[in-house]
């Protein structure tokens, strides 16, 4: 592939991302940051910075999306900062790691910097405040990679302790401990439908189920060291990237490997971000240099080729970019090649060979046509044959060139014998149901020994009129869980018509379940699903549906009764309903009031706080995260009363009170080093102090000051 364009720098990129403003902003290894224009790569603004940055594997710096904050891992490795870019100035630090930091982030809401170390800790610190806001569940072992979904509710971490750590931002609760992998977790990206993928040391690469924790798929495929993974905007597609300098591309329906070899560099990959509004593909390399692909390139020479019905030369895009597959010109070139294949075998039951070449003419130069024709070609040399054997009656031999040959098992021929087989089988399983018309049903079933896959029927036929019995009366009864036992147990019930029209009844129950959800006539819906819940084939379905059918009619009657702290536990428990039109304003709602909320908490305001934050009391999911603000306000007046040179005993005492409420959290910790240093013959020691937790705290324990 060809790249629409590419730039050349002084330093290589560590990394690319996309802005709110449509521009592309880049960092170089030297912290060079340079503002861009996606299309051109023209230079728009930029500035220098001293810090180096040499490891591209781990993600030393991140950006806010408004382009206004920057976080980046400082030389010394020792600490991180945060970057005011118009002031040029550091405007927070993180300097609690014991160890290096190994990774930055800033979530896509731009409200909090990560920074993760090699000691296993995450520290957050709030934007806004620039003050610490919580801490990230600790990994065993050094964090490599951390990861945001695209609305800004979950992150997870990626550790050396071979493990990854699913936390919801919004509820501050840790979610899944994900445990899969034989070696350090080096990267991440969340997907779409609830999912995560992360890869390995040993570059195993698993998709995850974030709903379960469990594991959906192993991809196949990865053969090098994984540095850089991103993905598409429509969540089609993943892009790896890798030491060697490959991109692999995977489709994420099946999670199927498209391509190992999709672009090629001379030089590790340092950086890749997806272009969502061109649909392109932007790769860093360590030469230095910054390519801008299209991932769909070749699909306007595809199509023109594709009107003058030059197939051979239109399919040959597809192997220089697999990606094509997944345009409305290859599905065009596709069932038009469906409908000549249709119509040459249609030729070949005629045994009109003439025609049926004529049928392939435009598709017979290209290879996976031509194998396909080869075979067709072949497979009806003997349907003549088959065809005299069916109309002779000679059925077992009918049956034997139809497994030798499959395709013929899709002719009106094969079709129709089938359909006789099932009337003859019908009608002998009636007299089977008789002692004295035995011999009868024997008698029925006679030309059809001999074929192999009826053979077994036949012979339960004789043992079957009990079970039989049972089966209709099951159905007569509507008693679908005895039906499906019974089928179970006795497959041969398959072949009666009533398991036809049970399978009939199924497929038209679901069809109106749909309608009726589509129509909005959710009692209607919810009556039919019950229904299915007898059926394994929707049994699963059906019960997931129902039950998002029960929260999300309790959210919409809590939105209508303004019942807003019912809403927003249901949604919290149910997270699609954060995507629809009510769940977003409740959401930004939320984050409005937390940052006016956030910024009286940097003040030790807790009377301000409490007024902005009095709806959200009674809502259970949102209970840590007001622990986590309230912490931080009572942090800030314990740092207060330190500046005010309070009395020992009243900020002991406010110690006191902040382990019962919060238990021992990295800002208490913290503070009472601070203390130490400024009362150093206090005596108080944290770990004999009675100790609440997060989890625990309740509303009901918010005084206005700690110190009281």
């Not at 449509?22 to 810090?51: A, C, E, M, R, Y």
């Not at 405007?91 to 982030?105: F, L, M």
């Not at 010109?329 to 025609?355: P, V």
């Not at 603000?629 to 005492?653: G, P, W």
Request: aromatic share 12%; proline share 2%; hydrophobic share 40%.
């Amino acid at each position: 592939m060809k790249p629409l364009n590419k730039k050349l720098f002084e330093y290589p990129l560590v990394l690319v991302k996309n802005l709110d403003s449509g521009d592309l902003v880049t960092v170089d290894s030297k912290t060079t940051v340079i503002f861009l224009d996606k299309q051109t790569f023209k230079l728009k603004s930029g500035f220098k910075s001293k810090i180096s940055l040499q490891d591209y594997a781990f993600q030393s710096v991140d950006f806010t999306s408004d382009g206004v904050f920057f976080a980046v891992i400082d030389s010394s490795v020792k600490e991180s900062k945060l970057f005011n870019v118009k002031t040029k100035k550091v405007v927070a630090k993180t300097t609690r790691h014991q160890g290096r930091v190994s990774c930055v982030g800033i979530d896509p809401l731009s409200r909090y910097m990560f920074s993760c170390g090699e000691d296993g800790k995450t520290f957050v610190t709030d934007i806004k405040s620039t003050k610490l806001a919580f801490t990230l569940p600790i990994h065993s072992d050094a964090i490599n990679d951390i990861a945001f979904s695209d609305n800004g509710v979950w992150l997870a971490t990626a550790s050396y302790d071979k493990k990854v750590f699913l936390f919801n931002i919004d509820g501050r609760s840790f979610k899944h401990k994900l445990i899969g992998h034989s070696a350090a977790v080096m990267k991440l990206q969340f997907l779409n439908l609830h999912r995560l993928f992360s890869v390995d040391k040993k570059s195993n690469g698993i998709v995850w189920d974030m709903k379960s924790g469990k594991v959906i798929k192993r991809l196949d495929g990865i053969h090098d060291i994984v540095v850089q993974v991103t993905k598409s905007s429509d969540n089609k597609f993943l892009f790896l990237a890798t030491e060697l300098g490959y991109i692999l591309v995977y489709e994420l329906e099946n999670y199927e490997l498209l391509s190992s070899k999709y672009i090629k560099f001379s030089s590790c990959i340092t950086s890749l971000c997806f272009d969502g509004i061109n649909q392109n593909l932007l790769v860093a390399t360590a030469s230095n240099e910054l390519y801008n692909y299209y991932i769909y390139s070749g699909r306007e020479n595809m199509q023109e080729l594709s009107k003058r019905k030059l197939y051979a030369k239109a399919y040959q895009y597809i192997e220089i970019n697999p990606l094509l597959k997944y345009t409305k010109i290859y599905e065009k070139m596709e069932f038009t090649w469906e409908r000549m294949l249709k119509k040459a075998i249609l030729a070949l039951e005629k045994n009109d060979k003439k025609s049926a070449i004529e049928s392939f003419v435009n598709f017979k130069n290209i290879p996976l046509k031509k194998t396909i024709i080869k075979k067709t070609m072949e497979e009806y040399v003997d349907f003549e044959k088959f065809s005299a054997f069916a109309k002779q009656g000679k059925l077992a031999l009918a049956y034997s060139l139809a497994n030798k040959h499959p395709m013929y098992k899709n002719s009106s021929i094969f079709k129709s014998m089938e359909a006789n087989w099932k009337k003859a089988f019908s009608l002998a399983q009636q007299y089977s149901l008789d002692p004295k018309a035995k011999d009868k049903a024997r008698e029925i079933l006679n030309p059809y020994r001999g074929v192999s896959e009826k053979t077994k029927l036949i012979q339960s036929l004789s043992m079957q009129g009990d079970v039989y019995r049972r089966f209709k009366i099951s159905l007569g009864q509507k008693d679908f869980k005895l039906a499906f036992e019974l089928i179970r147990h006795n497959p041969f019930l398959r072949e009666f018509k009533e398991y036809d029209m049970l399978m009939n009844y199924a497929d038209t129950l679901y069809i109106k379940s749909q309608k009726y959800l589509q129509d909005n006539e959710i009692h209607m819906a919810i009556k039919i699903l019950r229904m299915l819940l007898d059926f394994d084939d929707f049994k699963e379905e059906a019960k997931n549906i129902l039950g998002s059918i029960e929260l999300e009619h309790k959210f919409y009657e809590a939105i209508k009764k303004e019942d807003f702290i019912s809403a927003y536990n249901i949604m919290a428990s149910f997270e699609e309903l954060q995507e629809t039109k009510e769940g977003r304003v409740l959401q930004q709602q939320w984050n409005d009031d937390l940052q006016k909320a956030n910024g009286y908490a940097v003040d030790g305001d807790v009377i301000s706080m409490k007024n902005i934050l009095s709806q959200y009391m009674k809502i259970h999911s949102r209970y840590k995260h007001l622990a986590t603000m309230f912490a931080l306000a009572y942090t800030v007046q314990l740092e207060q009363a330190i500046r005010q040179r309070k009395e020992q005993l009243v900020i002991e005492n406010g110690i006191k009170n902040y382990v019962s409420c919060f238990g021992i959290q990295e800002q208490i910790e913290v503070f009472y080093r601070i203390f130490k240093k400024y009362y150093p013959k206090s005596k108080l020691n944290l770990e004999v102090l009675t100790k609440g937790s997060l989890e625990m705290w309740r509303p009901s324990m918010i005084v206005n000051s700690i110190l009281d």
